[in-house]
């Protein structure tokens, strides 16, 4: 089992910057790919990027170029720098991992909001 615990989340105006953090409670092979999905009111959870334990990434079209995933190993942890936000970026951002990317077993964190205002 991996807790995911997300921090970072809040209230920004768009075309600002937000950085979320994700550290996992273990390391492992639990945590070889991890990533950010999120959920905005009324819609479906979706991909925003994720990252592999060697450093390859995916990125949403909708946040190429203005998010960047990244992570740190040593610490269990990744990060999402999200810049120029734009209001349609309002949701919960959830951290999410597993051994691969077609694992069965995912584990989630909480969620964490993130409103942008126009």
């Known amino acids: 089992q991996v807790q995911l615990v997300e921090s970072g989340g809040g209230l920004v105006q768009a075309g600002g910057s937000r950085r979320l953090s994700c550290v996992a409670s273990r390391s492992g092979t639990s945590i070889n790919v991890m990533g950010w999905y999120r959920q905005a009111p009324g819609k479906q959870r979706t991909l925003v990027a994720i990252?592999?334990?060697?450093?390859?990434?995916t990125y949403a079209d909708s946040v190429k170029g203005r998010f960047t995933i990244s992570r740190d190993n040593a610490k269990n942890a990744v990060y999402l720098q999200m810049n120029s936000l734009k209001p349609e970026d309002t949701a919960v951002y959830f951290c999410?991992?597993?051994?691969?990317?077609?694992?069965?077993?995912?584990?989630w964190g909480q969620g964490t909001q993130v409103t942008v205002s126009s």
């Open positions: 999410n991992s597993r051994a691969s990317t077609t694992s069965a077993t995912v584990y």
């Open positions: 990252i592999s334990r060697s450093g390859s990434s």
